[in-house]
């Protein structure tokens, strides 16, 4: 006997990243631009994937890992049915500043102090930052960011990193109050490039994943990283609070 399980909200999911488009299978709610890279700031350059300048497509392909739409017999299937936010903290290069990302994240999670002619509008419950620097601690302004978001009930979810080392050598997988995820591979073992130690949380596929191309709406590409296994972790974050609203980032 299978029971379908009923959703009970449609959840809010903001992806801090850059490469975004709106393809035939996803289509971004809406967004912002904080990175001072190849754009100016604002809510008209969000969406920033050319393929003759931006070609990483790397937001994109974190996105519709999420929330690609299902059952349109087109594309891939995403892992929850959720409004997506494209929260553009990164130039083009996949390169940038982790203040910005801190100040997308604050912009993110409803920081009246953050851009108060242009809020974000909506609550949102899950964040996925696929992006780090390498520095052996957190830097403050990022983990009062994180904090401030955890403590308005949004859980938020990071990428270990790739470097094969300890991950406690990166931000923010090394910030408090974060779910950190490491990488397997389709066997089940640690991927070779997976950062790893006690500041991982969770691992999650990150080797041969599907997702958008950064060619077309119809292409589809394989990706390598913990960039990749951090949104299976917030999908499934997602999906649990779309069946249970009173599930809290604790």
Known sequence: VYVKATVNKKVNVAVLDSGFRNTADMTWTDGYNFSTVDLPKGRDNYLDYDPDSCTTGHGQAVGEIIGATTNNAYGMAGIVDANMYAVRVLGCSNSGFLDEAAEGLRWAAGDPTVNADNPIGVDIDVVNMSLGAQINYCPTYMQEAIDYAVGKGITVVVAAGNNAVDASNFA????????????????????????????????????VVLSAGTNSDSDYSYWFGTSFAAPIQTGIIAMGIGLDPTLTPN
């Open 172 to 207: 923010p997988a090394n910030c408090n109050n974060v779910i950190n995820v490491g990488a397997v591979d389709q066997f089940g073992a640690q991927s070779d490039f997976s950062n790893f130690g006690s500041k991982v949380d969770v691992s999650a596929l990150g080797s």
